[in-house]
């Protein structure tokens, strides 16, 4: 291609380059020292320089994370087609309407009546009314966790280091957007009212938003989405419900996201073992345990010990915390423990004839595919050793 080439004065280019070094130093001394002052500075953690993020490329957690995770995009238009999301791209359209055309006339038939009424016409037929209130009020509560996971992995963008761990976080960001709505449709569809947060699910979630720095990650990909990974395996098997098979195994990946990242970022001994941290951990679990108790007649009604559920869920958080290096204010196995007593002390005083058990072996997980998941992070479960 030909361009008509214009002429410039190469001493007024001089000039401009001069006073633009010049200034660039002037601004980047400042911003360095007002960030070692503790004043703020840049703000970005971006280095220009090496066109790459603070901290390197980082490819593999943005394969661990990003890339396997654009592999296992799943479209809510194909998987829920009850919904009123349309985010199949004309090719995938194109493939549904090719596979459907492959189906026999029963199985298109089954397709079909899954328009909007169809499905709630299916939860009436499957469900009580009273199963049907406690299944919207558990799958409420990680409903409102969506809500601030996306608050809280947008904010953790510019606390991780690297390229690669702030692809893999932008992509939690998305997911937990599509969480967030798609779950809200799934729940409404029940067409019973949706309660508000609790007491202590407002503690928790606000704790996680409000944590210093990683405590975050703790919080949130420890806590809370193992919390949501272990709610999805309970009721991802039930009619109506397998979408949340594809948010169990979204939840998988965003619960291992704190380990890859600290294999390659690791945390200092002070962060690990910092009383003020430790203390800070201890009080983001805290208010799960009320919140076992709040849900166990929810639970029951589903035939879940409430009690199994929450050993389940500290059992595999514990190992989760462990791996990744957040270390508790009292070690894992002295913690469980304590929280085991805990619990058969509650059920002693309100179950008649209760036995004290291991509430931290329980698995109330269900399904092959949820198993199979599961296995993958945090081994086979004691429950089915046991």
């Not at 059992?315 to 619990?343: C, Q, S, W, Y």
Request: hydrophobic residues 45%; charged residues 30%.
């Amino acid at each position: 291609m030909h361009f008509e080439k214009l002429s410039v004065d190469p001493k007024v280019t001089r000039i401009n380059r001069r006073v633009e070094a010049i200034a660039n130093r002037a601004l980047r001394g400042w911003d360095g020292l007002k960030g070692k002052a503790g004043l703020g500075g840049r703000r970005a953690a971006y280095d220009d320089a090496a066109y790459e993020f603070v901290g390197g490329a980082r490819d593999a957690l943005r394969k661990k994370h990003y890339d396997k995770s654009l592999r296992l995009l799943w479209k809510a238009e194909q998987v829920a087609p009850w919904s009123s999301f349309r985010d199949a791209s004309e090719v995938e359209r194109a493939l549904m309407d090719a596979a459907e055309r492959g189906m026999t006339a029963d199985e298109r038939a089954a397709r079909a009546r899954f328009s909007s009424q169809e499905f709630r016409d299916l939860l009436d037929r499957e469900y009580t009314p009273a199963e049907k209130r406690a299944i919207v009020a558990i799958l409420s509560k990680i409903g409102h966790g969506e809500a601030y996971a996306w608050l809280v992995s947008a904010s953790m963008l510019n606390e991780v280091q690297s390229t690669g761990a702030r692809a893999a976080v932008t992509m939690q960001i998305m997911e937990e957007a599509k969480h967030f709505v798609v779950l809200r449709e799934l729940v409404q569809a029940f067409g019973v009212p949706v309660p508000r947060q609790s007491a202590w699910e407002y503690l928790l979630l606000e704790g996680c938003l409000k944590a210093r720095g990683l405590n975050r990650f703790f919080g949130m990909n420890v806590l809370v989405e193992t919390i949501a990974l272990s709610l999805f395996g309970v009721l991802a098997d039930k009619p109506g419900l397998e979408v949340l098979n594809f948010f169990h195994l979204d939840e998988s990946r965003h619960t291992a996201l704190p380990d890859n990242y600290f294999r390659e970022f690791p945390m200092s001994e002070r962060e690990k073992r910092n009383l003020r941290a430790r203390l800070e951990r201890l009080l983001l679990v805290l208010p799960a345990l009320p919140l076992v108790i709040f849900l166990e007649e929810e639970f029951a009604e589903i035939g879940v010990d409430a009690f199994d559920f929450g050993g389940s869920v500290l059992r595999k958080a514990a190992h989760l915390a462990d791996r990744a290096g957040f270390d508790l204010l009292l070690p894992k196995d002295d913690t469980l423990a304590m929280i085991n007593r805990l619990f058969n002390a509650y059920c002693a005083a309100t179950r008649e004839g209760h036995q004290p058990r291991d509430f931290m072996v329980a698995e109330t997980s269900q399904g092959e595919k949820v198993a199979a998941v599961e296995r993958e992070i945090f081994g086979p479960s004691p429950a089915i050793e046991a």
